[in-house]
């Protein structure tokens, strides 16, 4: 390899050549995306071409064998767990990023901050099956079966929570320490300061995490198959046993055929592009936070 | 003034509560899997569909499923980190493209990985229910991660060396040889942690593309059980495998602790030298 070349201001031959290799790769790995969405409208095209889609809206009830594919009970059960995790974790979270920035001594702060880096390393299936012997159980002694839309929402909380605080301690860390000295300066109590200049500062931040919070939610799947009971049905309450669309996805890819397997792969499509969306959302916010 | 006293009994309440969540998990984790550990569990292979015997062959299949995950993902994420970093400016339609390409890949279900694996690698090309394919798709899933912190760890790398390194007339290939990699190898380094992190915790990305067999795999075209895969089924689909599956997760639990916190700690160090260097 030449370590040295004449002309400084333009790439080498060899660095010309390496760019492209590079931008090769780099577009492969960019490539990925498409691939996916490609393989999953490849897959979902003989169920969508062959029939409208309001047919998953309208259906009887999701019985594949007999063609009847309803998925509004799955998207229902979806969308409520996904909600109620976010109303549980969104604010312990939020409580959780002020504890570590405003209320807790430093060192506690940190043994507190790698408490919950180490929340968010635990496997979902891990969570799973701690929902399933432990949190099943005693939801149980409430209202019987135990597992449920209650269970679920409880094991999502506690799955999507060190997002939410690790993105707020992040946007709490990033206001200006003169916005803090001059709410100090006015004499506001330490909750006035919050109320008034840390969380309105932080606010994009905190709802970029948020939607990503809900994206996770949204597309968990070992966590809530294991503990919510996965009866296809429209919830009444919070002890029904709901499932959701991805528990439906792992449970009947394993046998499902022909249009079965289309079907699954359109839930999948939906999931995806509940994703992108929030995803697209999230950014939006992050892209105003940094040219407010 | 009493808003204030509520707000920080409210806020101590909530960290509290997380607290003994978290205690409690483990020490529930701790109380029931440590009496199944042993070495014998770790070196047997599982019998009676899980219930009794060791998980000797889903340790090799998860090692392998993982090994072929990140030297399929490593070599692209450091290309692709190179190029965001080194090769184009950030505000470049290609950059941003591929950034953006990204951000989507980290936020799609595992669940649709799985699907995705199912279609392209285990059918498409044929490879079949094989630790191969499952390798292959947590590849795809790890992908984001690795790229994200490689370029940030190149990024943050001084400008100084760039600058040293062109007035002294090295070519580009040769500053990031000798300068710019070796400045950001922690960071690389934790990336590739992360990854791998990121794919012994994964579970649904795996049902439908390495499998469930429990055998010990000859090859990489066997189907194999990944541990996560193990744990979901000793406590779904097998009644009284509970305490094997305890034992699992505590195993699996353990061995993402250990990975995550080598990584947490590599970027730490870095960032301290960094520091009291620049």
Known sequence: MTLSKRNILSLSLTD?????????????????????????????????????????????????????????????ATLLSSLGALLLAGPLGIASGLFMHYYAPPRLAGVYR????????????????????????????????GVSLLTAILVLALMVLPTV????????????????????????????MIAGVAL?????????????????????????????????QQPHSLFDSV??????????????????????????LALMLLVLILVGMADVFQRKATYA | MLKNRLATVLIWLSAALICAVFVCLLADMLRNGLPRL??????????????????????????LIVLVAVSAAAPLSLA????????????????????????VLAGVPSIVFGLFGNAFFCIYLGLGFSILSGGLTLACMALPIMINTATVGLRSAPDDYRLCAAALGMSRGAALLHLLLPAAAPAIIAGLMLGIARAGAETAALIFTSGYVDRMPDTLMDSGRA???????????????????????????VLLLIINSLASSLTQHWLRNRIMTS
């Not at chain 1, 299936?125 to 409430?142: E, H, I, K, S």
């Not at chain 1, 931040?205 to 198959?225: K, P």
């Not at chain 2, 996560?228 to 034992?247: E, P, T």
Request: hydrophobic share 55%; net charge neutral.
């Open chain 1, 114 to 145: 790698r408490l919950i880096e180490l929340l968010a390393g635990i496997p979902s299936v891990v969570y799973g099956f701690w929902g399933l012997v432990t949190l099943a159980p005693l939801v149980g002694r409430l209202h019987p079966p």
């Open chain 2, 38 to 63: 042993s070495w014998s569990f770790l070196s047997q292979a599982p019998s009676d569909a899980g219930r009794a015997g060791g998980i000797a062959p889903i340790i090799v299949s998860t090692g």
């Open chain 1, 200 to 232: 309105p500062a932080a606010r994009t931040g905190l709802v970029s995490g948020l939607l990503l919070a809900t994206g996770r939610a949204l597309g968990e799947t070992m966590a809530v198959l294991m503990v919510a009971g996965n009866a296809v």
């Open chain 2, 80 to 103: 692709t980190a190179i190029l965001l970093s080194e090769f184009s400016s950030p505000n470049s339609r290609f950059c941003q493209v591929i950034e953006r390409s990204l951000e």
């Open chain 2, 227 to 253: 541990l996560s895969v193990h744990i979901y089924d000793l406590a779904m689909n097998v009644a009284g495998g509970d305490a094997n599956a305890y034992a699992s997760a505590l195993v699996l639990v």
């Open chain 1, 16 to 76: 010309k050549r390496l760019a492209r290799l590079l931008g090769g790769c780099a577009l492969l790995a960019a490539l990925v995306v498409v691939l996916i969405l490609g393989f999953l409208l490849g897959e979902s095209w003989p169920v969508l071409h062959h029939a409208p889609l309001t047919h998953f809206f309208t259906d009887a009830s999701w019985h594949p064998t007999q063609h009847l594919y309803n998925v509004m009970p799955m998207l229902t």
């Open chain 1, 243 to 268: 499932r959701t669309l991805t528990a439906n996805i792992a449970l009947e890819m394993a046998y499902a055929m022909g249009d079965h397997r289309a079907a699954l792969f359109v839930s999948g």
């Open chain 1, 165 to 192: 605080a690790l993105i707020a301690d992040a946007a709490l860390a990033a206001i200006p320490a003169a916005y803090l000295r001059g709410a100090a300066a006015l004499g506001l109590s330490r909750w006035g």
